[in-house]
Nanobody
């Protein structure tokens, strides 16, 4: 069974940091592109960041550029999203996703395996 399990969400003050992890089981991430998406209450799901299967290409939403860093450790079959300088508008449920293609694409419909989501709340 293909499964992605996220961890690392929580409550953080503005300006703080969190690191989200997403561990894959039942399949190898080696040949999958990976993406992080988020959905805030009352809003559509949006792409946050993605990384190609080789790890050589990354892409970020303009709203998180310079603050978030995506990475992957294929040996551990795990992906990460390091989030720094967090803002209240980053509050959302964050989802990791894997897609059976090589390139980095910030379109959720391209991904066929999703995690359950982890809540990130940025508030003082």
């Amino acid at each position: 069974q293909l499964q992605l399990v996220e961890s690392g969400g929580g409550l953080v003050q503005p300006g703080g940091s969190l690191r989200l992890s997403c561990a894959a089981s039942g399949f190898s991430l080696d040949y999958y592109a990976i993406g992080w998406f988020r959905q805030a209450p009352g809003k559509e799901r949006e792409g946050v960041s993605c990384i190609s299967s080789s790890g050589g290409i990354t892409n970020y939403a303009d709203s998180v550029k310079g603050r978030f860093t995506i990475s992957r450790d294929n040996a551990k079959n795990t992906m990460y999203l390091q989030m720094n300088s967090l803002k209240p508008e980053d509050t959302a449920v964050y989802y990791c996703a894997a897609g059976p293609f090589r390139l980095c694409v910030l379109r959720d419909l391209m991904y066929n395996t999703w995690g359950q989501g982890t809540q990130v709340t940025v508030s003082s």
